[in-house]
């Protein structure tokens, strides 16, 4: 830093740099993995804002960041904790600028994606939180009159490093891009054609992640007073998300099923007993925005350090079997799910009537990394018990205490 001074030159006038006082700990930087030792605010380039402004602008985004020109090596995301910056330098900025600003808006949007998603950006997530912010970033491009088609936006986006290309499987960040970039076009389509979603050619080219049991799960079927007490699918939601967040599994994924919706918790690993490791051995991270095949795919692909045992809890509350084919979503439903990117309940399915018929249950998934092969398999030989699952990870204390 003192090679530079305190004295920056933008555009013709002297800029004193300031020191910023930002806790850097929860962040994505777009092309390098690390900041600089400390912070100075200098020079701004007032393109970016402008950019920022209409990414959000086209993506429905309240900007809740503030964005701030920093001694940073790219651009970043920072969520301190009392604020969120998107940081970035103005001498990448401008080069970027020079040499196509498209690039730029790439960078831009995937940092917008990680505060529209509301990301903790702690590492824990790393893969997930990467992963759905290149599709929020996929969904920008689509409606940015810069980008006039998908695989020449992917092109692009391939010019600029990625600091965390070396997470994703070959050719797997342009699935992402791509999954967002067809959201956003099949709800431009949709729209303009109100059956559009009504056929299953059309649904099946969408990215809705509709829920549908592979493998082995074991299932429980909670007592019905459990769910007595909501009168909608939200309140099942809300009863579900604060047994969930008193447990710490406070980042899990959205699917739809018939009349209801199911709920995926990242796997943890847990001993022998059932009981969740502490701290970061607890978690393993996988992908955003795929179906349940994929995440079982993902695991299976996964090598671990050193053998042992995990879980996977999906918490489905429905009038109906959960389906194991594929089965049809109506259009209205649909809809939604594109908006929502399965990140949260959506609104509409949440408006839903919990009926007598509707019942929630969980379906328990055991993995096994063995030393031998090192590799996250699904386990069917039931290991633990199903209730000792449900009382070791304390879900069967956490969802009786709500009983009425
Ligand atoms: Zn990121």
């Given at each position: 830093?003192?090679?530079?001074?305190?004295?920056?030159?933008?555009?013709?006038?002297?800029?004193?740099?300031?020191s910023?006082?930002?806790?850097?700990f929860?962040h994505?930087?777009?092309?390098?993995?690390?900041?600089?030792?400390?912070?100075?605010?200098?020079?701004?380039?007032?393109?970016?804002?402008?950019?920022?402004?209409?990414?959000?602008a086209?993506?429905g985004?309240?900007?809740?960041?503030?964005?701030?020109?920093?001694?940073v090596?790219?651009v970043?995301?920072?969520?301190?904790?009392?604020?969120?910056?998107?940081?970035?330098?103005p001498?990448y900025?401008?080069?970027?600028?020079?040499?196509?600003?498209?690039?730029?808006?790439?960078?831009?949007?995937?940092?917008?994606?990680?505060?529209?998603?509301?990301?903790?950006?702690?590492?824990?997530?790393?893969?997930?939180?990467?992963?759905?912010a290149?599709?929020?970033?996929?969904?920008?491009?689509?409606?940015?009159?810069?980008f006039?088609?998908?695989?020449?936006s992917?092109?692009?986006?391939?010019?600029?490093?990625?600091?965390?290309?070396?997470?994703?499987?070959?050719?797997?960040?342009?699935?992402?891009?791509?999954?967002?970039?067809l959201?956003?076009?099949?709800?431009?389509?949709?729209?303009a054609?109100l059956?559009?979603?009504?056929?299953?050619?059309?649904?099946?080219?969408?990215?809705?992640?509709?829920?549908?049991?592979?493998?082995?799960?074991?299932?429980?079927?909670?007592?019905?007073?459990?769910?007595?007490?909501?009168?909608?699918?939200?309140?099942v939601?809300?009863?579900?998300?604060?047994?969930?967040?008193?447990?710490?599994?406070?980042?899990?994924?959205?699917?739809?099923?018939?009349?209801?919706?199911?709920?995926?918790?990242p796997?943890?690993?847990?001993?022998?007993?059932?009981?969740?490791?502490?701290?970061?051995?607890?978690?393993?991270?996988?992908?955003?925005?795929?179906?349940?095949?994929?995440?079982?795919?993902y695991?299976?692909?996964?090598l671990?350090?050193?053998?042992g045992?995990?879980?996977?809890f999906?918490?489905?509350?429905?009038?109906?079997?959960?389906?194991?084919?594929?089965?049809?979503?109506?259009?209205?439903?649909?809809?939604?799910?594109?908006?929502?990117?399965g990140?949260?309940?959506?609104?509409?399915?949440g408006k839903?009537?919990?009926?007598?018929?509707?019942?929630?249950s969980?379906?328990?998934?055991?993995?096994?990394a063995?030393?031998?092969?090192?590799?996250?398999r699904?386990y069917?030989?039931?290991?633990?018990?199903?209730i000792?699952?449900?009382t070791?990870?304390?879900?069967?204390?956490?969802?009786?205490?709500?009983?009425?």
């Amino acid at each position: 830093m003192l090679l530079f001074g305190f004295y920056f030159f933008c555009t013709g006038a002297s800029v004193v740099a300031q020191s910023l006082d930002i806790d850097l700990f929860h962040h994505c930087l777009y092309s390098v993995e690390n900041f600089n030792d400390r912070l100075y605010s200098f020079g701004e380039e007032p393109r970016v804002k402008a950019m920022v402004a209409e990414i959000c602008a086209v993506t429905g985004v309240e900007q809740d960041f503030e964005v701030v020109s920093a001694t940073v090596p790219t651009v970043g995301a920072v969520r301190d904790s009392t604020k969120n910056y998107l940081l970035y330098s103005p001498l990448y900025a401008q080069r970027l600028l020079d040499e196509n600003p498209r690039l730029l808006y790439v960078a831009l949007a995937h940092e917008v994606g990680h505060f529209a998603r509301n990301h903790r950006l702690d590492g824990k997530f790393r893969l997930k939180e990467e992963t759905a912010a290149d599709e929020f970033m996929g969904r920008a491009l689509f409606h940015l009159p810069a980008f006039t088609s998908l695989p020449f936006s992917l092109e692009l986006m391939g010019l600029e490093s990625f600091a965390y290309d070396s997470l994703y499987a070959p050719r797997k960040r342009a699935e992402f891009v791509s999954a967002g970039w067809l959201a956003e076009e099949g709800l431009v389509r949709s729209n303009a054609n109100l059956g559009y979603l009504d056929s299953k050619e059309n649904q099946d080219a969408l990215p809705i992640p509709a829920f549908k049991l592979h493998g082995c799960p074991r299932p429980f079927h909670f007592p019905q007073e459990v769910i007595a007490s909501c009168e909608t699918l939200a309140d099942v939601d809300e009863l579900l998300q604060v047994a969930l967040q008193q447990l710490g599994y406070d980042r899990h994924g959205y699917f739809h099923v018939p009349n209801g919706f199911a709920i995926l918790t990242p796997i943890e690993q847990i001993n022998a007993d059932g009981q969740a490791l502490k701290g970061e051995d607890r978690w393993e991270d996988y992908p955003a925005g795929t179906d349940y095949q994929g995440i079982l795919d993902y695991l299976s692909k996964l090598l671990r350090p050193r053998e042992g045992y995990f879980r996977l809890f999906v918490f489905v509350v429905s009038d109906q079997n959960v389906p194991r084919e594929s089965e049809k979503m109506d259009s209205g439903k649909a809809k939604d799910w594109l908006r929502s990117g399965g990140d949260r309940l959506p609104v509409q399915i949440g408006k839903d009537t919990v009926s007598s018929q509707h019942k929630a249950s969980v379906f328990i998934y055991e993995f096994t990394a063995s030393k031998a092969v090192q590799r996250i398999r699904e386990y069917c030989e039931n290991r633990l018990p199903v209730i000792d699952h449900l009382t070791k990870s304390g879900l069967e204390q956490a969802l009786s205490r709500r009983k009425r």
